[in-house]
């Protein structure tokens, strides 16, 4: 049972490149999310899925796109970086039941120069 | 040692001693608040959660308050240990937006010897 596992690790970028952060979790988990945070802040919720085929958006969507064709998979897509972007991001997944802790992947670190 | 909120994000604790570290939330409809410890380098791991039906929970070494007359929360840590040093954050879910969980920006703890 790995949890959240998010890939790569590290990424550079240059400005108007495109990329996909992997996040897959093996816990047969309803509910997936993906956040950034940046230095000294706290985490902003960009996206989430409620299930398969569901989507919305968080706090903080603008330039990010997402897709749920799996329950195990929730991708993030970044359509033309920008430095803006550069954050370290975070999947997580719970169950799908409300008041259950959200469980971490280990993050992606993003540069965009 | 004690933080107040968000607006003392850093607490130096000595080792051995209990550790108090708060939160101020704003949704009056939240009614599920989490704690999280971030290592560095590390996604966020649970430690504790608590439902607004309760004001007080306890775990091994750490018990949370809930004062939802005053939209507080409270994270305390008993004997604090070295391995305690992270940056601790404190979550609220949205109970009219069941699926989002919003973070308070942490409170860096470290621990003299």
């Known amino acids: 049972n790995a949890g959240v596992t998010q890939t790569p690790k590290f990424q550079v970028l240059k400005t108007g490149q495109s990329m996909t952060l992997q996040c897959a979790q093996d816990?047969?988990?309803?509910?997936m999310s993906w956040y950034r945070q940046d230095p000294g802040m706290g985490l902003r919720l960009i996206h989430y899925?409620?299930?398969?085929?569901?989507?919305d958006q968080g706090e903080v969507p603008n330039g990010y796109n997402v897709s749920r064709s799996t329950t195990e998979d929730f991708p993030l897509r970044l359509l033309s970086a920008a430095p803006s972007q550069t954050s370290v991001y975070f999947c997580?997944?719970?169950?799908?039941?409300?008041?259950?802790?959200?469980?971490f992947g280990n993050g992606t670190r993003l540069t965009v120069t | 040692g004690e933080s107040v909120g968000l607006h003392l994000p850093t607490l130096s604790v000595q080792e051995g001693d209990n550790s108090i570290i708060n939160c101020a939330y704003s949704?009056?409809?939240?009614?599920?608040f989490i704690w999280y410890k971030q290592e560095s380098g590390k996604g966020p791991q649970f430690i504790i959660d608590?439902?607004?039906?309760?004001d007080k929970r306890q775990g091994q070494r750490v018990t949370v308050l809930l004062n939802k007359t005053v939209k507080h929360l409270s994270l305390q840590i008993a004997a604090t240990q070295p391995g305690d040093s992270a940056v601790y954050f404190c979550?609220?879910?949205?109970?009219?937006?069941?699926?989002?969980?919003?973070f308070g920006s942490g409170t860096r703890l470290s621990i003299r010897p």
């Open positions: 979550a609220e879910n949205l109970y009219s937006s069941a699926s989002k969980i919003i």
């Open positions: 997580a997944s719970r169950p799908g039941r409300n008041n259950s802790p959200l469980h």
């Open positions: 949704n009056s409809a939240s009614d599920y």
């Open positions: 899925s409620v299930g398969a085929g569901i989507t």
């Open positions: 608590i439902r607004s039906n309760m």
């Open positions: 816990m047969n988990h309803e509910y």
